[in-house]
């Protein structure tokens, strides 16, 4: 069994930043891609960021390009979400994702076969 646990949400002034981090442990797995995906009160699963682990190749939401930052770390075998210039509409529980099969696109959370549980950011004015 793989399990993803996200570290790093917590409560944060807007404008603030925080960094996300997300620990893969158990089964050894092909690790094809990596993303964050975020679900506000009320709303559907949206996809954040994603990388694919083998080219590095990064991909955004809209509403989220220029101000966050996904990134890897090799020695410690985690990926890591940098949130900068944070805003209001960004409070929601964060999830980590991992993608353990060759897929076409990286934005639908169907594409991931493992899950964190979240890790929540409010952002307060």
């Known amino acids: 069994q793989v399990q993803l646990v996200e570290s790093g949400g917590g409560l944060v002034q807007a404008g603030g930043s925080l960094r996300l981090s997300c620990a893969a442990s158990?089964?050894?797995?092909?690790?094809?891609?990596m993303g964050w995906f975020r679900q506000a009160p009320g709303k559907e699963r949206e996809f954040v960021a994603a990388?694919?682990?083998?080219?590095?190749?990064?991909y955004y939401a809209d509403s989220v390009k220029g101000r966050f930052t996904i990134a890897r770390d090799n020695a410690k075998n985690t990926v890591s979400l940098q949130m900068n210039s944070l805003k209001l509409e960004d409070t929601a529980v964060y999830f980590c994702?991992?993608?353990?099969?060759?897929?076409?696109?990286?934005?639908?959370?169907?594409?991931?076969?493992?899950w964190g549980q979240g890790t929540q950011v409010t952002v307060s004015s």
């Open positions: 158990g089964r050894t797995f092909t690790r094809y891609a």
């Open positions: 994702a991992a993608a353990s099969r060759l897929v076409s696109t990286l934005l639908f959370s169907g594409s991931y076969d493992y």
């Open positions: 990388m694919r682990w083998s080219t590095g190749s990064t």
